[in-house]
Every structure is written in structure tokens, then in C-alpha cells.
């Protein structure tokens, strides 16, 4: 159960886009359509941005989305905000339990 | 409201152990999955421990596996996540979390609860 590997940081002025990737292995990123993402601002509970790898829950705007390519995910901001300045994790359904990635702090410019 | 309320915050000593709880509201509790969700202080997410809606098939990340044990009350719309031999690195902000409507993701979160572990 290793923590899935996201890049550390990411940074953008507004208007551009950015996109962070999550790399995992095929007994979870890969084997499993059930990457989510979630954006967490400093002492706030995480929010889902994205769930079955691609899917935006009501009221996610729809400059978040999401992909996947074998063992890696990604999720794309276009048109950054300043309000995406943020902390953003991966996870990923693994066989009855769930693992995260290590978290990528995005700056907006 | 829809919403997640977790207790039991506290400062425990290594080796003892702890009790959390969630208290549901605004939605049938009962027909969801649960999970617990930790992130220890400047570091990420973790996985900690699922349950299904009835309270079958406790689930636990292998770094607590045997030491914590998860259950629900549908009757008190709460779950509960009982910590033992307690560990310096299980300090952290522990959360709880629905699972989504379609499943596999974490759709609603509470604000979570700390536990520090030190002596």
C-alpha cells in the first residue's frame, strides 16, 4: 500500500492551465476505473473534484477534469483561479481499501 | 443538513488507546459505506479503515490492521473507529467520510478530529 507518486508542486498564472499527474501500479491506478481527486485548502476537510477517473460531481466546475492512461492519472485545470491555489490528491481503489497519492500543492501566480 | 460530525479528540499516551465517533445526519446512513481518513500534521491523506452500510466486511489499511477496529450504530446514525496500542505516527487529524452515491470515491467529509499521541 504505497502512497501513489504526485509531482510536489505545480504553478500557473491565471487563465493557463495546469495538469498534475498521479502514478500508481496495475493493483490499483491501473487495474481499477476508480481514480478520485480531491482538493483540500489549508484546515479544510478534502473535497472530490473527480471520481471514476473522469466524472465531476454536481457543482465542480468544468475546468477540472480527468484521465487516465495505464498506470498514471491526471487531472487538468484549465483556465486556472486564483481559488484553485490549493493542495490536490489522487486516490485510487486498490482491492478493498483505497490508497492516496502524496499530494500536490498548486500555485496560482 | 447533509453532514459529517466527528468527536473524541484527545491526547493519548503511546500504547493507550481511543475511541472516535461520527455522528451522521440529513441522510439514510444506513444504506452507505464508511470510511475513516487520516492525514498526520503537514503530511497527506490516509486510508485508514472502511465499513459497509450494514457493518460487514471492515476494511483496514495494513499500518493499522489489528490495532484499530471500525464499526457503525445505524440506530444512533454513527460510526466509531476504536484505536489501540497507539503509536506516535498515528497522530493525526482523523476524518470520517461517505462513501459516494456510485461508489469508490469519498463524497461527503466531516472536519475531522485530532488525535495526538505523545507521552
Known amino acids: 500500500q504505497s502512497a501513489l507518486t504526485q509531482p510536489r508542486s505545480v504553478s500557473g498564472s491565471p487563465g493557463q492551465s495546469v495538469t498534475i499527474s498521479c502514478t500508481g501500479a496495475s493493483s490499483d491506478v491501473g487495474g481499477y476505473n476508480y481514480v478520485s481527486w480531491y482538493q483540500q485548502h489549508p484546515g479544510k476537510a478534502p473535497k472530490v473534484m473527480i471520481y471514476d477517473v473522469t466524472k465531476r460531481p454536481s457543482g465542480v466546475p468544468d475546468r477540472f477534469s480527468g484521465s487516465k492512461s495505464g498506470n498514471t492519472a491526471s487531472l487538468t485545470i484549465s483556465g486556472l483561479q486564483a481559488e484553485d491555489e490549493a493542495d490536490y490528491y489522487c486516490c485510487s481503489y486498490a482491492g478493498s481499501v483505497y490508497v492516496f497519492g502524496s499530494g500536490t500543492k498548486v500555485t496560482v501566480l | ?119
Request: hydrophobic share 35%.
Open chain 2, 1 to 119: 443538513e447533509v453532514q459529517l460530525v466527528e468527536s473524541g479528540e484527545g491526547l493519548v499516551q503511546p500504547g493507550g488507546s481511543l475511541r472516535l465517533s461520527c455522528e451522521a445526519s440529513g441522510f439514510i446512513f444506513s444504506t452507505y459505506p464508511m470510511h475513516w481518513v487520516r492525514q498526520a500534521p503537514g503530511e497527506g491523506l490516509e486510508f485508514v479503515s472502511s465499513i459497509l452500510g450494514d457493518g460487514s466486511h471492515p476494511f483496514y489499511a495494513d499500518s493499522v490492521k489489528g490495532r484499530f477496529t471500525i464499526s457503525r450504530d445505524n440506530s444512533k446514525n454513527t460510526l466509531y473507529l476504536q484505536m489501540g496500542s497507539l503509536r506516535p505516527e498515528d497522530m493525526a487529524v482523523y476524518y470520517c467520510a461517505r462513501d459516494g452515491p456510485t461508489g469508490w470515491h469519498f463524497d461527503l467529509w466531516g472536519r475531522g478530529t485530532l488525535v495526538t499521541v505523545s507521552s
